[in-house]
Protein backbone atom coordinates (compact mmCIF):
# COMPACT_ATOMS: atom_id res chain seq x y z
CA UNK A 1 0.00 0.00 0.00
CA UNK A 2 2.92 2.30 0.69
CA UNK A 3 4.52 1.36 -2.50
CA UNK A 4 1.92 2.42 -4.48
CA UNK A 5 0.88 5.76 -2.56
CA UNK A 6 4.33 6.25 -3.12
CA UNK A 7 4.49 5.84 -6.65
CA UNK A 8 1.36 7.61 -7.31
CA UNK A 9 2.57 10.79 -5.08
CA UNK A 10 5.76 10.79 -7.35
CA UNK A 11 4.23 10.56 -10.73
CA UNK A 12 1.90 13.65 -9.28
CA UNK A 13 4.99 15.36 -8.61
CA UNK A 14 6.52 14.73 -11.55
CA UNK A 15 3.38 16.28 -13.86
CA UNK A 16 3.14 19.26 -11.72
CA UNK A 17 6.82 19.89 -12.31
CA UNK A 18 6.52 19.17 -16.10
CA UNK A 19 3.67 21.27 -16.02
CA UNK A 20 5.09 24.47 -14.89
CA UNK A 21 8.24 23.68 -16.33
CA UNK A 22 6.65 24.40 -19.80
CA UNK A 23 5.32 28.11 -18.96
CA UNK A 24 8.54 28.70 -17.16
CA UNK A 25 10.93 27.56 -20.06
CA UNK A 26 8.67 29.85 -22.47
CA UNK A 27 9.71 32.91 -20.19
CA UNK A 28 13.00 32.44 -19.83
CA UNK A 29 13.22 32.21 -23.73
CA UNK A 30 11.10 36.02 -23.71
CA UNK A 31 13.91 36.84 -20.97
CA UNK A 32 16.54 35.98 -22.85
CA UNK A 33 15.62 37.69 -26.13
CA UNK A 34 15.36 41.42 -23.99
CA UNK A 35 18.72 43.35 -25.19
CA UNK A 36 18.70 41.87 -28.43
CA UNK A 37 17.96 43.29 -32.14
CA UNK A 38 14.25 41.82 -32.75
CA UNK A 39 14.22 39.51 -35.75
CA UNK A 40 11.12 40.67 -37.74
CA UNK A 41 10.11 44.36 -38.82
CA UNK A 42 7.27 43.16 -40.20
CA UNK A 43 3.92 41.66 -39.82
CA UNK A 44 3.59 38.20 -41.20
CA UNK A 45 1.18 35.24 -40.42
CA UNK A 46 2.72 31.61 -39.81
CA UNK A 47 2.46 29.39 -42.69
CA UNK A 48 0.76 26.63 -40.92
CA UNK A 49 -1.67 28.79 -38.66
CA UNK A 50 -4.48 27.43 -37.71
CA UNK A 51 -3.08 24.24 -37.76
CA UNK A 52 -2.25 21.06 -35.34
CA UNK A 53 1.29 21.90 -34.04
CA UNK A 54 1.45 19.31 -30.93
CA UNK A 55 -0.81 16.09 -30.40
CA UNK A 56 -4.29 17.13 -30.99
CA UNK A 57 -4.87 19.55 -28.22
CA UNK A 58 -2.18 22.95 -29.59
CA UNK A 59 -2.82 24.55 -32.87
CA UNK A 60 -0.33 26.96 -34.51
CA UNK A 61 -1.11 30.95 -33.52
CA UNK A 62 -1.40 33.52 -36.19
CA UNK A 63 2.26 34.92 -36.26
CA UNK A 64 3.33 38.79 -35.82
CA UNK A 65 -0.13 40.34 -36.24
CA UNK A 66 0.03 44.10 -35.43
CA UNK A 67 2.95 46.51 -34.69
CA UNK A 68 1.79 49.64 -33.13
CA UNK A 69 4.28 52.50 -30.84
CA UNK A 70 2.91 53.33 -26.78
CA UNK A 71 3.27 57.02 -26.04
CA UNK A 72 6.92 56.67 -25.46
CA UNK A 73 7.85 56.05 -28.89
CA UNK A 74 8.56 52.50 -29.19
CA UNK A 75 7.39 49.93 -31.19
CA UNK A 76 5.06 47.24 -29.64
CA UNK A 77 5.04 44.08 -31.29
CA UNK A 78 1.99 41.90 -30.85
CA UNK A 79 2.41 38.16 -31.43
CA UNK A 80 0.42 35.37 -31.33
CA UNK A 81 2.17 31.97 -30.77
CA UNK A 82 0.17 29.05 -30.09
CA UNK A 83 -3.96 27.84 -29.01
CA UNK A 84 -4.44 25.19 -26.79
CA UNK A 85 -7.42 23.75 -27.34
CA UNK A 86 -9.59 22.72 -24.38
CA UNK A 87 -9.37 18.28 -24.91
CA UNK A 88 -5.60 19.62 -23.26
CA UNK A 89 -4.38 17.15 -20.88
CA UNK A 90 -4.39 20.61 -17.79
CA UNK A 91 -7.16 22.77 -17.96
CA UNK A 92 -5.16 25.90 -17.08
CA UNK A 93 -3.31 25.38 -20.24
CA UNK A 94 -6.32 26.19 -22.50
CA UNK A 95 -6.74 29.76 -24.36
CA UNK A 96 -4.33 31.58 -26.51
CA UNK A 97 -0.49 32.67 -26.17
CA UNK A 98 -0.74 36.35 -26.90
CA UNK A 99 2.40 37.90 -26.09
CA UNK A 100 4.59 41.51 -27.10
CA UNK A 101 7.95 42.35 -27.19
CA UNK A 102 8.91 46.44 -26.27
CA UNK A 103 11.38 47.59 -29.01
CA UNK A 104 13.20 50.50 -29.01
CA UNK A 105 12.34 52.44 -32.29
CA UNK A 106 15.82 53.38 -33.07
CA UNK A 107 17.72 51.03 -32.75
CA UNK A 108 15.39 47.69 -32.88
CA UNK A 109 16.62 46.92 -29.29
CA UNK A 110 14.18 44.26 -27.28
CA UNK A 111 13.62 46.36 -24.39
CA UNK A 112 10.75 44.27 -22.30
CA UNK A 113 8.10 41.78 -23.05
CA UNK A 114 4.70 40.73 -21.73
CA UNK A 115 1.06 38.67 -22.22
CA UNK A 116 -1.63 40.79 -23.94
CA UNK A 117 -4.67 40.45 -22.63
CA UNK A 118 -7.28 38.28 -24.60
CA UNK A 119 -4.92 35.35 -23.54
CA UNK A 120 -3.80 32.92 -21.48
CA UNK A 121 -0.03 32.92 -20.04
CA UNK A 122 -0.26 29.44 -19.04
CA UNK A 123 -1.33 29.03 -22.81
CA UNK A 124 2.59 30.27 -23.61
CA UNK A 125 4.71 27.02 -23.23
CA UNK A 126 7.51 24.99 -24.58
CA UNK A 127 6.95 21.22 -25.56
CA UNK A 128 9.17 18.21 -24.70
Given at each position: ?????????????????????????????????????????????????G????????????????????????????F??????????E??????????????????????????????????????
Amino acid sequence: MKLTRLIAVSIGFVLLCSCAAGHEDFNSFRNKDIGTVIAFKDVFKFENAGELKRADFVITGQGLTHIRKDEKGNLIYHFSDQEVLSNAPEKEWVGKCLFYYVVDAKTDIIKAWGFNEGGNPLSCRTWP
